[in-house]
C-alpha cells in the first residue's frame, strides 16, 4: 500500500513545538505547566460517546494539545458566543467569506469541506479512482458492501482508516493557554481576536500520516488539474454515509462557538445553531469565479462541473427551495435569475430586505444570494446579520 502522504518532516512549529518531550510535556518547563482540565470542564453537545473518544485520545497523546485545544474553545466563547453555520454550494464563496467572518470576530473557523479533501488526496494517492467511489456508493445503497470484490473491500477500509485518523489541531495558533485557561478576561492585557482555524492533523492516530493534512492539501492544490480532481474525489468521498458518520464528531468538537462552512453544516453538524445562513448564486456566476480563482479557460466546463457537483451533494444539502419551505428567510439583496421564480410565486411572504430580517422576533435562518454581489458587499450583508445576533446575546447575558 502507498503511503497517502509525502515522508517530509513537517517544519517546526512556530509556538516552540520543538521543545516538547516525547510524551507531549514541555521539557523547559515541566514543573510550571498547569493541570490538565478534567473532561466535565469541556461542555460536549450531545454526549457523542465518538466525540468524547476523541477527546480523551488528545488528552492522552499529546497533552499541549489538549491545552490548545481548550483555550481556543475558550477565547471563542468570549469573543462570538453563538455557532454560526455557513453552507452553499461550489463557487459560492462560503469558504472565503465564512473565513472572514471568523476573522473579523476572533471565532473559531472550519471548513468541513477540508475534511473531506483530505481524504479524497488519501485516495487519490492510493490510486482509488471516482469510479471506485461510485461503485462503493452504489453498493452501500444496496446493503452489499460485503459482497465488493477484496480490491474494492481493501479500498473501502483505506478510506474508512484515513477518516478514522482524523483530527483537530489547534497548537499553532497564536494563544496562550495558560494565560487563558488560568486568568480571567479582565486580568488579560486585551480582548484579543487571535486566527483560530484549526490544521487537519492525522499523526496522532496513524503511522502513515507524518505530517499536517493540511499542509500536505495546500501543496496539491497548487498542482495543475488537482483542484478539479479532488473536487470529483472529495464529492464521491462524502456520498459514502459512514465516513460522514466518522467526520461527524470532528466537526462537533469544536465547541459552543464556532464559524463552521460546508454544505450540511446546518441541518447535520450544527443543528442547533443560533445563526443559519445558506448562499446561493446563479450558476453562470458561480462558475466566473471558479474560472477566476483558478485561472482555468473555460466557463461553460466550470459551469457543468458545479452543476454536476450540485447533483451529487444534493442529497447532503438543504436546498434554496428546501430551505424557504422550511421556514428559512430569503434576504432581497440581488437580482438572481434562478430566484425569480421562488420569489414571485412560491414564496413571496419570505422575502425581505435585510433591514426588515434584523430583528430578534424571528429564527435567524437566511438564504443570501450573492448573484450580484461583490465578495466585501456579500461579507459585509452576512456579517450584519450575525453580529446583530451575537451582539443580542451578549447583551441577554449582561442583564
Do not use: W
Not at 175 to 196: A, F, M, Q, T, Y
Not at 232 to 253: F, N
Not at 312 to 326: C, I, K, P, R, T
Request: proline share 4%.
Amino acid at each position: 500500500m502507498n503511503s497517502p502522504l509525502p515522508d517530509d518532516k513537517p517544519e517546526a512549529a512556530q509556538d516552540g513545538s520543538s521543545d516538547l518531550a516525547a510524551d507531549g510535556r514541555d521539557s523547559k518547563d515541566e514543573a510550571s505547566q498547569p493541570p490538565l482540565p478534567a473532561l466535565t470542564d469541556l461542555s460536549l453537545e450531545g454526549g457523542s460517546d465518538h466525540l468524547r473518544e476523541n477527546t480523551i485520545l488528545l488528552k492522552e497523546k499529546d497533552p499541549r494539545a489538549y491545552l490548545f485545544y481548550l483555550a481556543a474553545r475558550q477565547v471563542s466563547l468570549e469573543n462570538f458566543a453563538l455557532q454560526f453555520a455557513l453552507d452553499g454550494g461550489a463557487g459560492t464563496g462560503k469558504s472565503r467569506i465564512a473565513e472572514q467572518i471568523a476573522k473579523m470576530n476572533g471565532a473559531i473557523y472550519l471548513d468541513t469541506g477540508l475534511l473531506y479533501r483530505a481524504v479524497a488526496l488519501g485516495a487519490y494517492n492510493e490510486g482509488i479512482l471516482v469510479d471506485d467511489l461510485k461503485e462503493l456508493k452504489e453498493a452501500q445503497q444496496r446493503g452489499t458492501l460485503h459482497q465488493l470484490d477484496e480490491s474494492l473491500k481493501d479500498k473501502y477500509q483505506f478510506l474508512l482508516r484515513t477518516a478514522e485518523a482524523i483530527t483537530l489541531d489547534f497548537s499553532h495558533c497564536a494563544i496562550d493557554p495558560d494565560k487563558i485557561l488560568n486568568s480571567p478576561v479582565s486580568e488579560r492585557d486585551e480582548k484579543s481576536k487571535p486566527v483560530l482555524i484549526p490544521a487537519i492533523d492525522a499523526t496522532r492516530r496513524d503511522s502513515r500520516f507524518s505530517q499536517s493534512l493540511t499542509s500536505v492539501l495546500h501543496a496539491a492544490e497548487k498542482r495543475k488539474g488537482m483542484p478539479e480532481m479532488l473536487d470529483s474525489l472529495a464529492s464521491g468521498v462524502a456520498q459514502l454515509q459512514e465516513i460522514r458518520d466518522i467526520l461527524l464528531p470532528v466537526q462537533q468538537e469544536i465547541g459552543l462557538s464556532c464559524v463552521m462552512a460546508g454544505r450540511d453544516v446546518g441541518i447535520k453538524v450544527l443543528p442547533y445553531a443560533e445563526v443559519k445562513i445558506i448562499l446561493t448564486a446563479d450558476t453562470e456566476v458561480r462558475a466566473a469565479r471558479r474560472k477566476a480563482q483558478r485561472g482555468s479557460s473555460d466557463v461553460t466546463q466550470e459551469a457543468q462541473n458545479i452543476s454536476s457537483r450540485d447533483t451529487n451533494d444534493s442529497g447532503n444539502m438543504l436546498s434554496v427551495d428546501g430551505a424557504l419551505e422550511a421556514g428559512y428567510f430569503l434576504v432581497d439583496s440581488t437580482n438572481s435569475k434562478e430566484l425569480s421564480a421562488l420569489k414571485s410565486k412560491n414564496y413571496p411572504d419570505r422575502v425581505f430586505s435585510i433591514q426588515e430580517l434584523i430583528s430578534e422576533d424571528i429564527p435567524f435562518h437566511f438564504v443570501v444570494d450573492s448573484s450580484d454581489l461583490t465578495l466585501e458587499e456579500t461579507i459585509d450583508t452576512v456579517n450584519r446579520i450575525v453580529s446583530f445576533k451575537r451582539d443580542s446575546l451578549l447583551d441577554s447575558d449582561s442583564e
